[in-house]
């Protein structure tokens, strides 16, 4: 037996091989996310001129011409790239909670070298994008690979894609835990026993490779805080409700500045260089805008600001996020949105000290920078436990992570009732996914109507009378007759149980079965799945529906809900049968 084949038996049939699997893919990673991390602030200090130990967000003054130029020419590089792949008709990389949640798994390592390239460029350009994207990308593309290459099975697949993702998180921020809930909220989307123990090996893994190599990750540095009383939770609940605000507003502007940026008048490879020239007009104004934001955002939090500077930094950073991303940079809003966050909380507690006093002495404004900044998060990337874990690995106190629990639970429950999914999720949806989340699905969409259809279907012209279909079609023979007009298009639908009703024996040889027809205007069509189709039962209140050609509006079969409802239940108790395992 050969090696790859001794150790394809092990790890899908030993628990134990599979954790070992995600720590090797985890420590791979960690080195990738270092590689990754110094080659962007080195680009940093050779374009900008800036002291290797200082973020480029961080310094109070940078040349505008410079940022101009740089951003130009990265754009420059990013637009031809898009240019080469749409004039090849490449496909759009697949990103990793698309990839589990439709894939199984699988992802293109070279697509994922290329995600993590143009993330590099964007990033060390200045572009206002993070690298965690390309982070998690490279992560999750080499653990695919590894798995594809020991031939895993679906589900393994997932967890081993998830725990690549884990350890990119993970050793980004230093926080073996938030990398382990980030994959089990984002990526795999679920918590299981048997996921678990591989994510977390990864994450800590890869986050025991840098602090090793002694790279300088997101970490930040907190002073020992406390929650003065309970009117303290309670204004940081006020402050979680008004940051879910600002973030579906984020999320509601994202599309129409991509929309403007996309007009068919704008050649695809100059998008990039005119969102370069609108981020650098910002940088001018203030270099925070520059980048992921991390050293901002550690300058901040320990400096007094008026309340004015502090709107105007969030306006001025979440409009070059915007334009980052909608111009064709390519990067995360991972980092940029805890910048953005902590900023709402400082103008909130703010605010509070000069204008409500009263209320401002139960308002810590670090512990409201940190609950903005968690919420503003699962706002926008999702994943309430990520971010609490992610305070509590930074400030590590219970205390205040539970408020910020509370708070980003409350913020959750908001963007799924006004907005119904996170940043981590709308780009699928504008090209018309429904998914609202990593949950696999991808069985979902091979169930279809065309899968689960009859295509015995008993059919009459609609002129025929109701005598005569009863000759034709005794009771207990089928289910319902498919009415057809004159160019064999559906009609109509008729129930036996209303074919053979008492209230139509008088005149049945003369009346036209067509007056009993129903559900003229709801049918189905062969490519829609089961969960589409029990939504149109529901709606039409019906317990069969026809199933037509989208086209040519032929009868080509019917389905019964019982029928639908009894697969769509057994394919959920063999996709999530893990969980009980």
């Given at each position: 037996?050969?090696?790859?084949?001794?150790?394809?038996?092990?790890?899908?049939?030993?628990?134990?091989?599979?954790?070992?699997?995600?720590?090797?893919?985890?420590?791979?990673?960690?080195?990738?996310?270092?590689?990754?991390?110094?080659?962007?602030?080195?680009?940093?200090?050779?374009?900008?001129?800036?002291?290797?130990?200082?973020?480029?967000?961080?310094?109070?003054?940078?040349?505008?011409?410079?940022?101009?130029?740089?951003?130009v020419v990265g754009g420059f590089i990013l637009g031809l790239m898009e240019w080469y792949r749409r004039r090849r008709k490449i496909s759009a990389a697949v990103d990793p909670v698309e990839a589990n949640a439709l894939r199984g798994g699988r992802l293109s390592l070279r697509d994922s070298l290329i995600v993590s390239l143009q993330t590099l460029i964007s990033n060390g350009s200045g572009a206002s994008v993070g690298l965690?994207?390309?982070?998690?990308?490279?992560?999750?593309?080499?653990?695919?690979?590894?798995?594809?290459?020991?031939?895993?099975?679906?589900?393994?697949?997932?967890?081993?894609?998830?725990?690549?993702?884990?350890?990119?998180?993970?050793?980004?921020?230093?926080?073996?835990?938030?990398?382990?809930?980030?994959?089990?909220?984002?990526?795999?989307?679920?918590?299981?026993?048997?996921?678990?123990?591989?994510?977390?090996?990864?994450?800590?893994?890869?986050?025991?490779?840098?602090?090793?190599?002694?790279?300088?990750?997101?970490?930040?540095?907190?002073?020992?805080?406390?929650?003065?009383?309970?009117?303290?939770?309670?204004?940081?609940?006020?402050?979680?409700?008004?940051?879910?605000?600002?973030?579906?507003?984020?999320?509601?502007?994202?599309?129409?500045?991509?929309?403007?940026?996309?007009?068919?008048?704008?050649?695809?490879?100059?998008?990039?260089?005119?969102?370069?020239?609108?981020?650098?007009?910002?940088?001018?104004?203030?270099?925070?805008?520059?980048?992921?934001?991390?050293?901002?955002?550690?300058?901040?939090?320990?400096?007094?600001?008026?309340?004015?500077?502090?709107?105007?930094?969030?306006?001025?950073?979440?409009?070059?996020?915007?334009?980052?991303?909608?111009?064709?940079?390519?990067?995360?809003?991972?980092?940029?949105?805890?910048?953005?966050?902590?900023?709402?909380?400082?103008?909130?507690?703010?605010?509070?000290?000069?204008?409500?006093?009263?209320?401002?002495?139960?308002?810590?404004?670090?512990?409201?920078?940190?609950?903005?900044?968690?919420?503003?998060?699962?706002?926008?990337?999702?994943?309430?436990?990520?971010?609490?874990?992610?305070?509590?690995?930074?400030?590590?106190?219970?205390?205040?992570?539970?408020?910020?629990?509370?708070?980003?639970?409350?913020?959750?429950?908001?963007?799924?009732?006004?907005?119904?999914?996170?940043?981590?999720?709308?780009?699928?949806?504008?090209?018309?996914?429904?998914?609202?989340?990593?949950?696999?699905?991808?069985?979902?969409?091979?169930?279809?109507?065309?899968?689960?259809?009859?295509?015995?279907?008993?059919?009459?012209?609609?002129?025929?009378?109701?005598?005569?279909?009863?000759?034709?079609?005794?009771?207990?023979?089928?289910?319902?007759?498919?009415?057809?007009?004159?160019?064999?298009?559906?009609?109509?639908?008729?129930?036996?149980?209303?074919?053979?009703?008492?209230?139509?024996?008088?005149?049945?040889?003369?009346?036209?079965?067509?007056?009993?027809?129903?559900?003229?205007?709801?049918?189905?069509?062969?490519?829609?799945?089961?969960?589409?189709?029990?939504?149109?039962?529901?709606?039409?209140?019906?317990?069969?529906?026809?199933?037509?050609?989208?086209?040519?509006?032929?009868?080509?079969?019917?389905?019964?809900?019982?029928?639908?409802?009894?697969?769509?239940?057994?394919?959920?108790?063999?996709?999530?049968?893990?969980?009980?395992?």
């Amino acid at each position: 037996m050969s090696l790859r084949a001794w150790l394809r038996a092990r790890v899908r049939t030993n628990e134990f091989f599979l954790v070992f699997l995600a720590v090797v893919l985890g420590i791979g990673t960690g080195f990738v996310v270092t590689l990754m991390s110094e080659l962007a602030q080195l680009a940093h200090v050779l374009i900008y001129g800036i002291r290797i130990d200082v973020r480029l967000s961080a310094n109070d003054v940078i040349n505008p011409w410079v940022a101009a130029a740089s951003l130009v020419v990265g754009g420059f590089i990013l637009g031809l790239m898009e240019w080469y792949r749409r004039r090849r008709k490449i496909s759009a990389a697949v990103d990793p909670v698309e990839a589990n949640a439709l894939r199984g798994g699988r992802l293109s390592l070279r697509d994922s070298l290329i995600v993590s390239l143009q993330t590099l460029i964007s990033n060390g350009s200045g572009a206002s994008v993070g690298l965690e994207a390309g982070y998690t990308q490279i992560g999750a593309g080499l653990s695919s690979l590894g798995g594809r290459f020991l031939n895993l099975r679906r589900n393994d697949l997932r967890i081993i894609v998830g725990a690549g993702a884990a350890a990119a998180i993970a050793a980004a921020f230093d926080a073996p835990l938030t990398g382990a809930f980030y994959a089990c909220e984002l990526i795999v989307g679920t918590y299981t026993a048997a996921s678990a123990a591989p994510i977390l090996a990864a994450a800590i893994s890869g986050t025991l490779v840098v602090r090793w190599l002694g790279t300088n990750t997101y970490s930040l540095n907190v002073p020992d805080l406390v929650m003065s009383d309970l009117r303290q939770y309670g204004l940081m609940l006020v402050l979680a409700i008004l940051v879910s605000g600002i973030g579906i507003l984020v999320m509601r502007a994202a599309p129409l500045v991509e929309r403007v940026f996309g007009h068919k008048l704008l050649p695809v490879w100059l998008r990039p260089m005119i969102g370069a020239m609108c981020i650098a007009a910002m940088a001018a104004v203030t270099p925070q805008v520059l980048g992921a934001g991390h050293g901002a955002m550690v300058l901040d939090l320990s400096r007094d600001m008026l309340p004015s500077h502090i709107a105007l930094l969030i306006v001025l950073k979440l409009a070059a996020c915007l334009i980052s991303l909608a111009s064709g940079f390519r990067g995360g809003l991972f980092f940029a949105s805890l910048f953005i966050g902590s900023l709402i909380g400082k103008l909130f507690a703010t605010v509070l000290h000069l204008y409500i006093p009263e209320l401002a002495f139960h308002v810590d404004p670090n512990v409201s920078a940190l609950t903005a900044m968690a919420c503003l998060g699962v706002a926008i990337v999702g994943g309430p436990l990520t971010m609490s874990f992610l305070v509590l690995e930074m400030t590590h106190s219970l205390e205040i992570t539970a408020g910020v629990l509370a708070s980003c639970l409350v913020t959750s429950m908001m963007v799924r009732q006004f907005f119904g999914h996170s940043f981590s999720t709308w780009r699928l949806h504008l090209r018309g996914e429904t998914i609202r989340g990593a949950h696999d699905v991808g069985w979902l969409r091979s169930l279809t109507v065309s899968r689960l259809m009859r295509t015995d279907v008993k059919t009459e012209p609609r002129q025929a009378t109701v005598d005569v279909c009863r000759h034709l079609h005794p009771l207990g023979s089928t289910h319902a007759i498919f009415l057809l007009d004159e160019d064999r298009h559906y009609a109509g639908t008729v129930l036996l149980a209303d074919l053979f009703s008492s209230d139509y024996d008088i005149g049945a040889d003369t009346r036209e079965v067509s007056t009993l027809a129903k559900y003229l205007e709801m049918t189905l069509t062969p490519s829609m799945n089961v969960k589409v189709a029990m939504a149109c039962f529901d709606k039409a209140e019906s317990e069969i529906l026809a199933v037509t050609d989208e086209t040519t509006h032929e009868v080509l079969g019917f389905l019964t809900e019982a029928f639908a409802r009894k697969r769509y239940v057994d394919e959920i108790n063999r996709a999530t049968e893990e969980v009980f395992q």
